[in-house]
Structure formats: C-alpha cells, structure tokens
C-alpha cells in the first residue's frame, strides 16, 4: 500500500494546514478557497485509506465477504484516484448530450443517455443538474422526453476526471419503438464533457463584448413560473469560434447569463488546451461538436451487448449499463490511458 505515498500526503496536509491558518492567504479569497478546498479533497483521500486499513485488519482477524467487498471497493478508488493526473480531473463536470441524424429514434437516444449519466451519478452520490435541454417536437412513444440537445452540471468529487473519456459517439441499434414495421434501426448520439473551471482559470479567460452575440428565449423546461411567460433563458454565442452554450434552470435572465457565461470560458479554456493555444485570439478555426468514430456500441437486437470499441471491454448485461452500471467502461478507458 505503499505506493499510495501516505507519508507524503500526510506531510502534505500537514502543509496545508499552516497554509491555511495564515491570515495572509485569506487576502486573496480565490487563492484561500483554492487551498481550502486541496486540504478536503487531500483529507478525504487519507480517510478513505485508513478505512482501506481497517476492513484489511478486519479480513485478517474474521474474513467475511461484505468485508472483502468493501476493501475491493475502495481499493479500486485509490487505485483509479492515482491516474487522476490532469490538471481539472478533480472539478465538477459538464455534460452535454447532442441527438445525431435520425428523428425520433436518435433523440429518443439522446434522452437514453441522459438518463443513464443521470443514474451514474447517482450510484456515486453526485448531484446533477438539467441547465439546459432543447426536447424533440413530436411525442415519444417511450415515456421518455425526445432530447435534441441537453446539458447537465455535475458535481461530485473526480466528476470531471471519471467523465471526461465519455465524450464521442455513442451507437444503439434496437428495433425502433417508432417503427409500424418492427424495423431494425442505428442511432447515434454525441457526448460532450467539460471541467466547470476553479474561479482562477475562469477569471483568466478574458472575452471581448464584441465577440459574443447573445440570444434570449423562453425557457422550456426548468424555471418555475416563468415557464413560457417571459424570456429568461439566454444563448450565447462566441463568434470568433461559433462555440455555443445555454442556460434556462435559473430564474433570472441575470442569473442563466452568468451560468452560460461560465460554460461558454470552460470550452473555450478546453479548446485552447487541445490546441495549445496561449491566446483567445489564436482561435481562428470554427469550432463544432466532434462528430468523429464511434466510441461504444450499445446493441439490444438481434442480442444484448455494449461494447467500448477502444478498450474492446464489454458485456451482455444491457439494462444494467442502461441504468448507470457503467464503472467498467469508465475505469478500463481510465486505465488504459494511465498505462
């Protein structure tokens, strides 16, 4: 268990704690909140790992499976926590999901997704969030609402870091519950994944007024009631990219404008990283959603299997993957990258 460098982090925390006890620090409140939040995240760690050490002492005087269960659980914690090197693996995420071609079966698929991200987060304890979903313009036939776009904000620790490789195109073939003819049917849907950035970087990300074009709309879903009384959802747009972001959860026109706004600087700062970018500016290229190779397959007919086509992981149990059962794809995709 060495390889966890306990020593090391309790020295680190040790650190923190002088850190964050000096009334200097608290002068720069984003700075203090900053290392407040490290010191958290770096307790909670050292916690998890003394129950590591205590359920291993347990096995040792009386094995019993729910012991055994519990040390391999949060061993893999530690375990995949290790790989989490990136620099905004431990914010929040963003989540958007994109219905490709196809009406009513893809967004039927788009709102699959959702719901599956939505149970996922919930197996771990993550709060999420509908900020913003544009619905399909017909019934489902399912129950479900048809999406064609939608985004939701989680927040939970690592959200970002055991999300982030979810992004791409992910495939369904099924027979369509929209077809008179029982037809077999292919749809494709687009993930999108983004750090909510610390206040730091989005402080960073300086965006002319001339750049953007902002829309106000009617919120279609959340927002209480100013449901389809009065315009307070807002669209903007940056124009140098075409990058787009949305918000409607809040109340205020005022209060979706700064959750928008925030979203808009956490895709620009992504680009820029992709690209290397140092400067706004030098984001000359039109950006759009990613409509690249698939990364997973999920067939319900004629069998039952969902298939990561980059790790090659996979499994027979359809519905259970469906209902947020999805650890195996997210930690084997994690761990092949790590290596």
Not at 18 to 26: A, G, H, K, R, T
Not at 193 to 206: G, N, S, T
Not at 278 to 305: C, F, N, T
Request: cysteine-free.
């Amino acid at each position: 268990m060495g390889g966890f460098d306990v020593e090391n982090k309790k020295n680190k925390l040790k650190e923190l704690e002088f850190e964050i006890s000096d009334p200097d620090l608290w002068k720069d409140k984003v700075k203090a909140e900053e290392k407040t939040k490290e010191y958290g995240e770096l307790k909670k760690s050292l916690n998890r790992f003394s129950e590591l050490e205590t359920y291993v002492a347990l096995i040792l005087e009386s094995p019993n499976e729910e012991d055994y269960y519990r040390t391999h659980k949060i061993l893999r914690e530690l375990e995949i926590q290790k790989i989490f090197t990136g620099p905004h693996d431990r914010q929040p995420a963003i989540l958007s999901v994109y219905a490709g071609a196809g009406g009513e079966d893809a967004a039927d698929w788009a709102a699959m997704l959702l719901s599956m991200y939505e149970k996922y987060s919930a197996l771990r304890s993550w709060k999420t969030k509908l900020v913003h979903e544009t619905l399909g313009d017909f019934q489902s036939k399912t129950g479900r609402h048809p999406i064609r776009n939608a985004t939701i904000e989680i927040k939970g620790d690592y959200a970002y870091g055991y999300l982030k490789k979810e992004a791409g195109v992910h495939r369904l073939v099924r027979i369509s519950p929209f077809s008179s003819k029982k037809l077999r049917h292919t749809s494709f849907a687009l993930i999108e994944v983004l750090p909510i950035l610390p206040e730091v970087d989005e402080a960073a990300i300086k965006i002319p007024p001339e750049d953007l074009k902002i829309d106000l709309f009617r919120s279609s879903g959340p927002g209480g009631q100013n449901v389809n009384k009065v315009e307070t959802a807002v669209r903007i747009t940056h124009i140098p990219t075409g990058l787009v972001s949305a918000s409607q959860v809040e109340r205020s026109q005022a209060q979706n404008k700064e959750r928008a706004m925030s979203f808009l600087r956490s895709k620009i700062f992504t680009l820029m990283h992709e690209r290397e970018l140092k400067e706004i500016s030098d984001l000359k290229v039109k950006a759009k959603p990613e409509w690249g190779s698939q990364i997973r397959s999920y067939v319900l007919h004629p069998y039952q299997m969902v298939k990561d086509h980059r790790t090659n992981t996979e499994t027979s149990g359809t519905e259970a993957v469906l209902d947020g059962h999805i650890d195996q794809f997210i930690e084997s995709e994690l761990q092949y990258k790590g290596k």
